[in-house]
C-alpha cells in the first residue's frame, strides 16, 4: 500500500461534507451527478478545498444511510484512492471526540483486519464514525476490488471490541453489508474520469 500521497486523508473532513449529499456542491463543467439508486455503485463528482474530487458510492443493505465510498483526487495526479464509509451512531456524549484518530480492528471478507476510525460527524441531527478501511495506489485498489469481487457478491464489515474500544458503547449496528456487483467498472470509470478532470 502506497501511503507517499497524504492529501486525501488532509482533505478528508471536507471530502466527507461533499460525500454526505447526493450532489456535488461545484459549478464547474466537469461536475458529474449520477442519481443515488439501491446496490447500485454510482459516480459524482465535487470539490473539496477549491479542489475537484471524483468518488463512487453504494448505500449498505443493512443501513441504508452507511455508504461504501471510494474516493480520487485529481490533485493527486489521480495516483491514490481511499475506500471508506461510515458507521451510523445515536452516542452523543462528548466521549466520541476521545475515540477518534485511533486504530481498530474490523471483520471483513471472512478475516479481521486492521481499520481507521478517522473522525465523527453530524449531519441532520444524526452522528456518524468514519471509518478509513483501506488507502492504495489506483492499481492497488483496482487489484484489491477484482480479487473482493472474484469471491463475493458483498462486502460485510462488522466493528470488532477490543480492550479500549466497545463497540457497542458507541453503535447500535456493528454490522452493515454493501454490493460489489459493478464496483471494479464504477472504479474504473472514476479514475479515467479523474484523470480527464486532472
Known amino acids: 500500500i502506497n501511503r507517499n500521497y497524504p492529501m486525501l486523508r488532509i ?10 449529499t447526493n450532489h456535488a456542491i461545484s459549478s464547474t463543467p466537469w461536475e458529474i451527478n449520477e442519481a443515488w439508486q439501491d446496490d447500485k455503485w454510482t459516480l459524482n463528482s465535487g470539490t473539496a478545498s477549491g479542489d475537484p ?3 463512487i458510492s453504494v ?5 441504508r444511510r452507511d455508504r461504501l465510498r471510494l474516493l480520487t483526487l485529481p490533485a493527486d495526479n489521480c ?15 462528548e466521549e466520541l471526540e476521545q475515540i477518534k484518530d485511533q486504530q481498530i480492528n474490523i471483520g471483513m471478507l471472512g478475516g479481521e483486519v486492521p481499520a481507521m476510525l478517522m473522525r465523527f460527524d453530524e449531519r441532520d441531527g444524526n452522528h456518524f464514525a468514519w471509518i478509513e478501511i483501506v488507502f492504495a ?10 480479487r473482493m469481487v472474484k469471491n463475493h457478491d458483498t462486502m460485510e464489515v462488522t466493528l470488532k471490541p477490543t480492550r479500549t474500544f466497545k463497540t457497542d458503547k458507541y453503535f447500535e449496528t456493528l454490522t452493515n453489508k454493501w454490493s460489489l456487483a459493478g464496483v471494479v467498472e464504477a472504479f474504473d470509470k472514476s479514475v479515467m474520469v479523474c484523470r480527464r478532470m486532472n
Open 137 to 146: 495506489d489506483v492499481v492497488g485498489m483496482r487489484d484489491i476490488l477484482t
Open 59 to 63: 448505500d449498505g443493505q443493512i443501513t
Open 11 to 20: 482533505l478528508l473532513p471536507f471530502l466527507l461534507f461533499i460525500t454526505s
Open 53 to 55: 474530487v471524483v468518488y
Open 79 to 93: 495516483e491514490d484512492s481511499m475506500l471508506v464509509t461510515s458507521f451510523y451512531t445515536p452516542n452523543h456524549s
